[in-house]
């Protein structure tokens, strides 16, 4: 009791007195899950009320979607529907209050009317995703065109993975929209390319059924997002269309980079990944696909098949393979290829446990291609309990949630939740991606001041694998 007095009175000191103009009811969420919103199961709402009029005004850009088609209940008596943060709405003109976590954060303002009479409410979208229990990704074997897939487990994959930045073929956003269409297969395959690991990895090789493996990389603390590569002062890009990977790809490259560059001073030179729908491009790679392989430039001088003599340059692209091999990253070295005999030999002599594979086609004479494969899953995680505000601490602005709320969303039992758990905290996850904040403004200076001359290099740039036999 003394210790409950003692917050009461240090949550009175530093609780500022709510805004004027504060909703009638205060809910949380974060940005890459579908926030459901229950006003019947509230101590504010009583028994068998009605709803009506809801008011979204303020959600502009963003999706919501009622138990009418997600629960199969009446909203005008289930008060339940779900917000799904658009992760593209990522820049304060858009409404944005935190650029550097993934996908939106902000309040949103509504209102509705609950037996008639008009109620506000607001929704403060947090950083990162649920991983576990209540707001995570449910599944019952969700697949394209499936009869018996649950429509709220549909919007909650959809989400998740728009907000994980796998796109529809062509690059169009998921559409949030509970039903499980060819777009949504398509960025769910990409995904389960980037985990089901091998080489190869294609879309063919998915299934394209959210079964509990897909689910849990769904709700994994480390499960993979889809993005663009930045150039920073271990590594340049000169890919065109294929400038997309998942993030584990991503980070292999960074740390590799920094690891290649160490041996033998060489800025890495990026010259293939996935396009952004993680489909290769018919007009340069057919297979490079899922954001899983990468494409290192080498010097002129070993674009031949090999000649029984390790040259300078020819050793130089060993050690950068044996830096990548070694480099512990999110993503990791499953194979190599190379049309170059001496490069072949040297990388197998320094590193025999690493798959190696010899393209009699020639098509890598040019470059280094290496294949990526996947982490160990780190489950998803919980909110904490009497975390109101999930910023992932418990503490007084929790209370200050609380006593701003109590009797609407909260009751006397959340005050001794609270209370319970003050002080836990966790990190926070669902910052953008680490790889984006290396980047150094020299290394894209120079880019762009290169730009001019890469895009007329690659006018005269032969494709190395025009087709699929030729880029295993
Ligand atoms: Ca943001
Ligand atoms: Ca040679
Ligand atoms: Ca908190
Ligand atoms: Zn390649």
Redesign the pocket.
Known sequence: MVQRLRLLALAAAIVPAPAALAADFGFFGRSGDAIEINLAGLPGVSPGSTFSDLNLSSFTGHTVLTSDLLTAQPFANSGRFWVFPNPARNTAALGDVNTTARGFQGVLNGSLLVNGVSQTFSVTVQPGYTGAGAGSVGQSSESQGRAANNPLFVAQQQQRLRYFGFVSEGGAPVAVDADFGAGTATALKTFQGAFIGGINTTQANADGIIGPTTAGWLNAQNAPTFQKIVPTSAYTVSAVSESYATSWTLDLIAKGSINAKAATGITQRI??LSTVDGYGSSQW?S??LVGT???LATAASTHNWGNGVTSTDEANVIKHAVAFADTVASGHVIRF?TSNQDIYDGIHAARPSVPLYYDTSG??QD?L??DVGPPTRVAGRTNLIGDFNLDDVVNAQDLAVWEQYVGANFTGGDFLTWQRNFGRSQPVIGAEVAVQSIPEPSAALLLALAAPLLATRRLGFQP??PSAAS?P
């Open positions: 010259t293939a790679h297979t490079h392989d990468i494409d290829i098509g890598h470059h291609h290496i190395d694998s880029s």
